[in-house]
């Protein structure tokens, strides 16, 4: 089966009716793109053919992404973390689509994020770039996702939301996914 792009505004358009309250959108604008930085490769994780995730981009590494094939950017981070940047607005002036999906928590890294998450990535017509302020947020997310919506067992889930970026979160994924706690590491002699 081929999948088919969709414009940007049809993409949207799909994709957003389960967004929840406060969710930022804004259409790419047709507009020059800033001068790129050169982002550290270890700054972006690759876990599949099509994502890129990692942590809070510099204004500058748009164009960068941009130039990687990213179609869409999806942030995880709520505005109270922001200070005051308008990423959405970055994010249009580079050529991209952007959705924000305010992720404040623990208390948010749950199944209905995971599956809103997971449906913008499918139904994307091309590279997505997701963020937070480190990436553990993102692949927390992408792991119950994975579990939930893309036919990966928990433990295969598991390993993909390491490879997106999942770290100090792994115990509450775990838990989320019915996985038993990792076992303490034992000092060898």
């Known amino acids: 089966m081929t999948r088919k792009a969709l414009p940007v505004a049809a993409f949207l358009a799909a994709c957003c009716a389960g967004l929840p309250a406060g969710a930022a959108i804004a259409q790419a604008a047709p507009a020059a793109a800033p001068a790129a930085s050169t982002p550290a490769a270890s700054q972006w994780h690759a876990p599949r053919p099509g994502l890129l995730t990692g942590g809070q981009p510099a204004p500058g590494d748009w164009a960068a992404l941009k130039a ?24 249009a002036a580079a050529g991209m689509a952007y959705v924000g999906i305010p992720v404040a928590g623990p208390e948010a890294i749950d199944a209905d994020n995971a599956r809103r998450l997971w449906s913008l990535l499918k139904a994307s017509g091309g590279t997505a770039f997701v963020h937070c302020a480190s990436g553990n947020r993102t692949g927390a997310l992408l792991a119950i996702g994975a579990a939930h919506s893309g036919g990966m067992t928990p433990e295969a889930a598991l ?23 990792a076992a303490p590491a034992t000092m060898q002699p």
């Open 68 to 91: 990687q094939g990213v179609a869409m950017v999806v942030n995880l981070r709520p505005d109270a973390e922001m200070a005051g940047r308008n990423e959405a607005a970055e994010v």
């Open 159 to 181: 390993a993909f939301g390491r490879a997106a970026g999942l770290g100090t979160l792994e115990p509450l994924v775990r838990e989320r996914l019915g996985i038993a706690p």
